[in-house]
């Protein structure tokens, strides 16, 4: 008896061809998703020669979308960050047309010092990119305390993003609660003009929020020993008596930090290192910096020095 495998007859071929051509579009397709955690810490490694005293492994804290990148220095955090972000923006941008990016203050603009070079001030499609900030201080945007100074000085004025695409607090507003309600309200006008898509429980999301951590383990202006860490209804929120001077400041709240499709929580030197063991080394953290369980990926860049506790 003959099997019609061996032998197929004619009518059977064009659906074979059909059933491959398939199979190509959807393997093709797959590639063009955003690649596993795992297969992005190789990339970055391969494509910015970090040195190779690092290690690398899948958090426990936060379930699967957790992971550690340990580089042994802060230059090499700060290259790594570079090539995830100029990553991460083409696969926004291809798969979206626009990347949206929230920025934080402290050391974290510094740290993001290789984006504003060689390749990336030219491969990057700065036009594409939208800036918000994670928190800000209630000063003049003159003031040395100013976040958005710090980045215009460290970061955006060394790359053509629109002045248009950048979501600065007005600084008019000398209460912090004003400055507070008008960011969000400008947040909302954004939803409005469909430049931020809502996420699932209703708040604004972001494509990538780049965030730092303090020593007493605050993100953003969200401190221990503070209220606003426990916001759940309000997008943007404001404090009186931050413990870290200035203490007038606005911060979004941990749902729409949440809400974001990618987090990186990058971490350098020794001071932190506390913090750092703290919350990636105790199952029932309760500092704030705990709190970040984005929807989406969450990636810690460490360098050995904020890693030693570990
Ligand atoms: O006050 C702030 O502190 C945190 C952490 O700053 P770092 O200097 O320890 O990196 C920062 O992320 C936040 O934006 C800023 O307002």
């Given at each position: 008896m003959s099997y019609p495998i061996y032998t197929p007859p004619v009518i059977l071929l064009p659906l074979v061809r059909i059933y491959i051509l398939g199979l190509r579009l959807a393997l093709s397709s797959s590639?063009?998703?955003?690649?596993?955690?795992?297969?992005?810490?190789?990339?970055l490694i391969k494509t910015s020669k970090i040195d190779t005293n690092r290690k690398k492994s899948m958090a426990a804290c936060s379930g699967k979308k957790t992971e550690k990148i340990i580089l042994k220095t802060e230059d090499d955090v700060a290259k790594a960050l570079a090539e995830y972000t100029a990553d991460l923006s083409?696969?926004?941008?291809?798969e979206k047309g626009s990347f949206t990016v929230v920025l934080s203050g402290g050391t974290l603009i510094d740290t993001m010092r290789y984006l504003t070079e060689s390749p990336y001030k030219e491969s990057v499609e700065w036009s594409?990119?939208?800036?918000?900030?994670?928190?800000?201080?209630?000063?003049?945007?003159?003031?040395?305390?100013?976040?958005?100074?710090?980045?215009?000085?460290?970061?955006?004025?060394?790359?053509p993003i629109p002045e248009a695409n950048i979501l600065a607090i007005d600084d008019t507003k000398s209460k912090p609660s004003d400055a507070a309600d008008d960011y969000e309200a400008r947040l909302k006008d954004w939803v409005d003009k469909k430049i931020l898509p809502l996420s699932s429980d209703n708040f604004p999301k972001h494509d990538l929020m780049l965030l730092g951590m303090g020593p007493d383990g605050h993100v953003a202006s969200l401190f221990p020993n503070r209220t606003q860490q426990f916001e759940t209804q309000r997008w943007v929120t404001f404090i009186l008596d931050s413990p870290k001077p200035p203490p007038p400041r606005i911060t979004y709240t941990f749902p729409v930090i949440n809400a974001a499709s990618e987090i990186a929580m990058v971490v350098t030197g020794a001071e932190l290192a506390d913090a750092v063991k703290n919350v990636l080394g105790t199952p029932n953290s309760t500092?704030?910096?705990?709190?970040?369980?984005?929807?989406?990926?969450?990636?810690?860049?460490?360098?050995?020095p904020a890693a030693s506790g570990l």
């Amino acid at each position: 008896m003959s099997y019609p495998i061996y032998t197929p007859p004619v009518i059977l071929l064009p659906l074979v061809r059909i059933y491959i051509l398939g199979l190509r579009l959807a393997l093709s397709s797959s590639r063009n998703h955003f690649p596993t955690p795992e297969v992005q810490f190789f990339k970055l490694i391969k494509t910015s020669k970090i040195d190779t005293n690092r290690k690398k492994s899948m958090a426990a804290c936060s379930g699967k979308k957790t992971e550690k990148i340990i580089l042994k220095t802060e230059d090499d955090v700060a290259k790594a960050l570079a090539e995830y972000t100029a990553d991460l923006s083409r696969r926004f941008i291809k798969e979206k047309g626009s990347f949206t990016v929230v920025l934080s203050g402290g050391t974290l603009i510094d740290t993001m010092r290789y984006l504003t070079e060689s390749p990336y001030k030219e491969s990057v499609e700065w036009s594409k990119w939208s800036i918000f900030w994670l928190d800000e201080r209630v000063v003049p945007k003159t003031s040395d305390d100013s976040n958005y100074k710090l980045a215009m000085d460290g970061f955006l004025s060394k790359v053509p993003i629109p002045e248009a695409n950048i979501l600065a607090i007005d600084d008019t507003k000398s209460k912090p609660s004003d400055a507070a309600d008008d960011y969000e309200a400008r947040l909302k006008d954004w939803v409005d003009k469909k430049i931020l898509p809502l996420s699932s429980d209703n708040f604004p999301k972001h494509d990538l929020m780049l965030l730092g951590m303090g020593p007493d383990g605050h993100v953003a202006s969200l401190f221990p020993n503070r209220t606003q860490q426990f916001e759940t209804q309000r997008w943007v929120t404001f404090i009186l008596d931050s413990p870290k001077p200035p203490p007038p400041r606005i911060t979004y709240t941990f749902p729409v930090i949440n809400a974001a499709s990618e987090i990186a929580m990058v971490v350098t030197g020794a001071e932190l290192a506390d913090a750092v063991k703290n919350v990636l080394g105790t199952p029932n953290s309760t500092l704030p910096a705990a709190k970040v369980r984005p929807e989406g990926l969450l990636t810690w860049f460490l360098d050995q020095p904020a890693a030693s506790g570990l």
